[in-house]
């Protein structure tokens, strides 16, 4: 079982800057591939970004690639989300997710993931 937590999310204006955190519990962490999603009023949950077990492998959604950045602390048990040159359109609620799944590789569907953070509202002004 893992239990997620995210932090970081707030106001800011376009063009500026945040740093999700997404804490998780449990001693699988490392073996879980982790992504972030987020869902804005009215829309679909879509898919952000996500990352393998070890860091070493990434995927970013074409709207946001070049800006944001996905990297994680196994030993904190903690995935981060960087997220630069904000736009309005990025307005959200952003969640992580931790893999339903041991494995190697990362998973850009959220079908995909079993655990999920209560997610932190992210807002760009214009």
């Known amino acids: 079982q893992v239990q997620l937590v995210e932090s970081g999310g707030g106001l800011v204006q376009a063009g500026g800057s945040l740093r999700l955190s997404c804490a998780a519990s449990?001693?699988?962490?490392?073996?879980?591939?982790m992504g972030w999603f987020r869902q804005a009023p009215g829309k679909e949950r879509e898919f952000v970004a996500a990352i393998n077990w070890n860091g070493g492998v990434t995927s970013y959604a074409d709207s946001v690639k070049g800006r944001f950045s996905i990297s994680r602390d196994n030993a904190k048990n903690t995935v981060y989300l960087r997220m630069n040159s904000l736009k309005p359109e990025d307005t959200a609620v952003y969640y992580c997710?931790?893999?339903?799944?041991?494995?190697?590789?990362?998973?850009?569907?959220?079908?995909?993931?079993?655990?999920w953070g209560q997610g932190t509202q992210v807002t760009v002004s214009s």
């Open positions: 449990g001693r699988t962490f490392s073996s879980h591939a």
């Open positions: 997710a931790a893999s339903r799944d041991y494995s190697a590789r990362y998973y850009i569907t959220g079908d995909d993931y079993g655990y």
